[in-house]
DNA sequence: TCGCGCACTTGATCTGGGTCAAAGAATTTT
DNA sequence: AAAATTCTTTGACCCAGATCAAGTGCGCGA
């Protein structure tokens, strides 16, 4: 149900994402003319980054292809991820002027912008849209406390299979079922990417995919492509009973 | 009169902080008129539970006074606080059946309430409530992802420290300072619920607490009221350079 | 085709924080 | 005031995951 809402309707409106996440639900053919006319679009090369923490940001956006990591890094080093950008996913935060995070390309990636100030502008005079980004909002609310309890109270192997469970979910509408209903996917980022989201280190994540290959939760094809033969099995191995209304 | 954008000004505005977050900020009269219609208040005592995690929640508010926690748990019982509310501190999602956490009062509490229909249709008639509610969601959404640095890659030395620093600036507007500047406040949390709040066991809390007092960094009269004589000391034990600006 | 570099795996060892257990201190109940 | 309950501290030991250290395997440019 999330999945006919963002991705079918935002493939009938147009290539680009953010006409349906912030203003397509509800939208009159004027706004979308008006936005039309501040969208710009901006191309970036894997490893390539967008913005950093602490400098102003004079544009939102969205995540049209590829992928892209909010990080947060302490002067000694560490760094923990604290947003995965996928296709649709909107950045920017209305009212600030500055990135709180670095936010990086982990792949090729474009993104679909808008000048801050005009789009501020038409919120004023839209209210649909501030509606609309305060749901989008909420609903990263809700992922990044989910996460505390994945970072704060879930073992190593818990961590790898929610995030298995995450990506999977993700784009599970664009993913190959296979006839028994496995699902499969490609990993879109390396191991220490994996391991700065879930709180670990990267011989520690390589570790737990081991794992899980000889248990038989997953198996892989190459380094990156994962097969997960039996899905309800990866959500209890990530601790996580319910299924978010994914299996019917 | 009614637009300041201060704390100072929720006290003018009477004892409801919910006019001041939420409203005030840019009110009219009429809105508050309309705001007092549907506005009604909720007592609870300590260790009472607001609202269990997936119940209809069918009202939106804020915290008066007192403490409340929102906590996440598994089911082998593990939990995880993703969420502090203190005074003025807004609870409920627009938009939302359901709560997604348990509501819990960890000190006597008082909430202002608005019965969420009601609320949900004056945002309808009142686009300055949305961008409140949007500006505020931004500011737990960094919170949240702040704490997920906190929770994935600090010790647990770094971590009580954090939190103290945290609970200190919260309500730095109302705290006591000695003379030289030394900060005073009581820990509104048990030992437990500190634990569950950092991903840590109460053991490692109490151990903790009692190296920083051995160390110099706090001092304690009692198990729960704090001296904190240097906060960028603090701050530093913290792994967090800067002062929030609440330093000058 | 070689060799270089990067992403990844695996092994050996160490350690921060968890677990289990006991006992103080502060409050409330009887 | 004694007893019970709840919160906190401290000690002894253990283990999941970090750290340190070799390797493996694959893609890519020369």
């Known amino acids: 149900m999330l999945n006919e809402k963002t991705v079918s ?9 953010i006409r349906h996440r912030a203003v397509c639900a509800r939208c009159e053919s004027d706004e979308l003319e008006r936005l039309e006319e501040i969208k710009y679009y901006r191309s970036f090369e894997a490893g390539q980054t967008v913005i950093w923490s602490g400098d102003r940001m004079d544009f939102v956006g969205s995540v049209v292809s590829g992928i892209a990591t909010l990080t947060q890094t302490m002067e000694d080093g560490r760094t923990q991820m604290v947003g995965l950008l996928l296709p649709s996913d909107f950045v920017g ?3 600030r002027d ?32 501030a509606h609309r980004l305060l749901e989008m ?4 609310l809700d992922a990044a406390r989910e996460w505390m309890l994945v970072l704060g109270r879930k073992t190593a192997r818990e961590k790898i299979a929610s995030l298995l469970t995450i990506i999977a979910r993700r784009d599970a509408s664009l993913n190959l079922r296979t006839p028994k209903g496995a699902m499969v996917f490609d990993l879109p980022l390396t191991r220490e990417a994996m391991a700065d989201y879930l709180g670990l280190t990267l011989e520690t994540v390589s570790r737990q995919i081991s794992a899980l290959k000889r248990d038989g939760v997953i198996s892989l094809q190459g380094k990156r492509h994962v097969t997960v ?8 191995e990530a601790g996580d009973d319910s299924d978010g209304g994914l299996l019917a």
């Open 9 to 17: 309707h935002s493939v009938e409106c147009g290539d680009c994402p």
């Open 93 to 95: 935060r209305p009212g």
């Open 98 to 129: 500055g990135s709180a995070y670095d936010v990086v390309a982990t792949t090729d990636l474009v993104m679909c912008c808008f000048r801050k100030k005009p789009f501020e502008a038409m919120m004023e005079r839209t209210p649909h849209i």
């Open 137 to 140: 909002t909420l609903d990263e």
């Open 229 to 236: 033969p039996d899905f309800s099995r990866l959500l209890e």
